[in-house]
């Protein structure tokens, strides 16, 4: 049985082995910390038997006008329990608090352009290649943002492909 719950302080002591996955940034504790101070409501952990880990979520929500969206951080799920839609639970649940209780327009996220079968589950969900970012990862692999309008987009502006790739100094951080 699997039960998804808020992320403590006392789970970064305890995801490591989530972590270890070559495709899922890690970041510092005091990264995560920050996450978990200022949008907890984003930051949730989905546990199996024996309180092992098996996957989190991170995000935040930002931007101002219709730009207001959710941003998912970060979502990995252990190799031993993929498969098993746990990745599709964690990312609904940020959905509907993008949607529900922040009002956002839509959900956006980062990929790396050779991820294949992430950019697949993420097209699943319904998230539409927005734009790429040249060398956004360490200066080197491009970066896809991907985007998911939510009911406040009534017109789905929010994901209306742009036409051209993009720098990472062209990107907008709020």
């Given at each position: 049985m699997t039960t998804i719950r808020r992320f403590s302080?006392?789970?970064?002591?305890?995801?490591?082995?989530?972590?270890?996955?070559?495709?899922?940034?890690?970041f510092n504790m005091s990264f995560y910390m920050t996450y978990l101070a200022r949008w907890p409501d984003y930051f949730h952990v989905a546990e199996g038997p024996?309180?092992?880990?098996?996957?989190?979520?991170?995000?935040k929500v930002e931007g101002q006008g219709e730009s207001w969206h959710g941003h998912v951080?970060?979502?990995?799920?252990?190799?031993?329990?993929r498969r098993q839609q746990l990745a599709k639970k964690l990312m609904n649940l940020l959905e509907d608090i993008s949607d529900k209780i922040d009002k956002a327009y839509f959900v956006d996220l980062f990929?790396?352009?050779?991820?294949?079968?992430?950019?697949?589950?993420?097209?699943k969900l319904?998230?539409?290649?927005?734009?790429?970012?040249?060398?956004?990862y360490s200066g080197e692999e491009d970066g896809l943002d991907m985007r998911k309008a939510l009911s406040r987009d009534v017109d789905k502006k929010s994901v209306i492909p742009l036409k051209r790739p993009i720098t990472p100094d062209e990107l907008e951080y709020d």
């Open positions: 302080c006392n789970d970064l002591l305890r995801f490591t082995s989530v972590n270890l996955d070559h495709l899922t940034e890690t024996g309180n092992r880990v098996m996957g989190y979520i991170m995000g951080t970060a979502v990995t799920v252990s190799p031993e329990y990929v790396r352009a050779s991820n294949t079968p992430a950019i697949k589950m993420y097209e319904g998230y539409i290649i927005y734009r790429r970012v040249l060398r956004y």
